[in-house]
C-alpha cells in the first residue's frame, strides 16, 4: 500500500511541477526545513551572512514539520505546493533534511542544491547507511522517493566526517565538502557564549546557585523519560537539572520544572551548563566546541549497536567513560577531575572550524560561487 501511494504521490507532483518549471528563475536562494516550525539558529545566520554578501539576492526561508500531528501531516502536502514554486525560480536551495521535491523532481538547469544536513560530525549512522535496518527506511521507499538524490554538494564538519556523509547520502566524497553548520561560529565564541550565560543566570536565577546539569538525549521510539523523578533525583545530590529530550519521549505531561525552560532550545541552554548529557545525540559535539565536559548515559549501548551504530568507535573515541545508569553517571561526574584533553580532541576531530573567517562565510561564499 505505502509502495503505490509513493508512486502516486511521485506522479502527481511531477505533474504539477512540470508548468512550474517554466517560470522565470530568479537571484533567489530558498532555505527548506521540515526540522521545526521556525528558522533553525543556522538559517538565521545564513539569512544575514547572504543579505551581508549579495544583498540584491532575495532569500526565502520555509519552514514546517510535521510529525506532531495528522493534521500537520495533511497539511505539509499544500506546503509543499509552495516548496516546488520557490524552487523552481530559485538558483540556490538549501536543505537541513530531506525534502521530498527537492530529491524527487527533475530541475531545469542551473539550479544548485546544497545539503548541510542538521546535526553536527558522523556519530551514529543514518541515511542510506541504515536502510532496512532498525531505525532506516524501506530501501524500496527510498527508491522510489528517490532519497537525497540532486544535492550538488553535501556539506559536512570535518574531513572524518566525509566518507561517512558520502555513504549516508549514497553519493561520493568528491560531492562532500567539509564546512560545519553557522552555530558553530557562536559555540566557539568565548564572548558569545559568556554573554549568553549571564543573560540565562538572569532569568534563571537558580542556575547560578550550583552545577547545572542539561540532559538531552536522542530521541528513539519507545523511549520515556519521567521528567518530574529525574529533577527530584539531581536536586537531591546538588545539581540543576534541564531536561530537554525530544517531547515525545518525555513520560507524562511536562513536569513544572520542564516547562520553566520549556522556552529554551537545548542549544541555547548549553551556555548555562556546567555539564552536558547525553547518549548518542550529537549535541555532545556542540557541547565540546563550547568546551562544555560531556558525560555518556547509554544504559541501552550494547541494543543500540545492533540497532542503529555508529561510524565512529564510539566507546573509544566519545569524551567520557559510559555510564550504564544514574547512579553510575553521578559517580562520574563526582570524580571528574576537571581535564579536558579528551573532549578537546573530539570536537577537533569531528568539527574543523576554518582558520580564517567563519563557518557561515565560507558556506554562503561556496553557495554563491556554485
Not at 12 to 34: C, E, G, H, N, Q
Not at 73 to 82: D, E, N, P, Q
Not at 111 to 117: A, F, P, R, S, V
Not at 339 to 350: E, G, H, I, M, P
Request: proline share 5%; with cysteine; hydrophobic share 40%.
Amino acid at each position: 500500500m505505502i509502495r503505490y501511494a509513493a508512486y502516486f504521490l511521485r506522479g502527481v507532483l511531477a505533474v504539477l511541477y512540470a508548468p512550474m518549471r517554466l517560470l522565470r528563475r530568479r537571484d533567489k536562494v530558498t532555505l527548506i526545513s521540515r526540522q521545526s516550525n521556525t528558522p533553525s539558529i543556522d538559517f538565521q545566520l545564513l539569512v544575514q551572512e547572504f543579505h551581508r554578501q549579495s544583498p540584491t539576492t532575495d532569500v526565502v526561508v520555509l519552514t514546517y514539520e510535521f510529525h506532531t500531528s495528522v493534521l500537520r501531516k495533511v497539511g505539509y502536502l499544500g506546503h509543499i505546493f509552495t516548496q516546488m514554486r520557490h524552487i523552481a525560480t530559485s538558483r540556490i536551495v538549501i536543505v537541513d533534511t530531506y525534502c521530498i521535491p527537492v530529491s524527487l523532481l527533475r530541475h531545469k538547469p542551473g539550479l544548485t542544491i546544497i545539503q548541510i544536513w542538521h546535526a553536527l560530525g558522523s556519530l551514529k549512522r543514518f541515511g542510506y547507511s541504515i536502510l532496512d535496518a532498525g531505525e532506516g527506511s524501506s530501501s524500496e521507499i527510498a527508491t522510489i522517493m528517490r532519497m537525497h538524490q540532486n544535492y550538488d554538494l553535501v556539506m559536512c564538519s570535518a574531513p572524518a566526517c566525509v566518507p561517512a556523509f558520502a555513504e549516508a547520502f549514497n553519493t561520493t566524497t568528491q560531492y562532500v565538502a567539509v564546512n560545519p553548520l553557522p552555530r558553530v561560529d557562536l559555540l566557539a565564541n568565548p564572548h558569545y557564549m559568556g554573554e549568553q550565560r549571564r543573560r540565562l543566570h538572569r532569568l534563571f536565577p537558580e542556575l547560578a546557585q550550583r552545577p547545572t546539569v542539561l540532559f538531552a538525549p536522542t530521541f528513539q521510539k519507545g523511549q520515556h523519560f519521567a521528567a518530574d523523578e529525574l529533577h527530584r533525583y539531581f536536586a537531591q545530590r546538588g545539581y540543576n537539572l534541564i531536561a530537554k529530550p525530544h517531547p515525545v519521549a518525555l513520560a507524562g505531561s511536562l513536569d513544572t520544572t520542564s516547562v520553566r525552560y520549556a522556552g529554551h532550545s537545548a542549544f541555547e541552554l548549553i551556555a548555562a551548563a556546567d555539564f552536558l548529557v547525553t547518549d548518542y545525540s550529537s549535541i555532545m559535539l556542540e557541547a565540546a566546541v563550547a568546551d562544555v565536559p560531556v558525560f555518556i548515559l547509554a544504559p541501552d549501548y550494547e541494543d543500540y549497536q545492533e540497532k542503529r551504530s555508529f561510524y565512529i568507535d564510539f566507546d573509544a573515541e566519545v569524551p567520557s567513560a559510559i555510564a550504564g545508569s544514574f547512579d553510575d553517571l553521578l559517580n562520574h561526574l563526582e570524580t571528574w577531575d576537571g581535564d579536558k584533553t579528551r573532549l578537546r580532541r573530539f570536537a577537533s576531530q569531528y568539527v574543523s572550524v576554518p582558520p580564517d573567517g567563519t563557518c557561515t562565510e565560507h558556506l554562503v561564499k561556496t553557495a554563491l560561487s556554485a
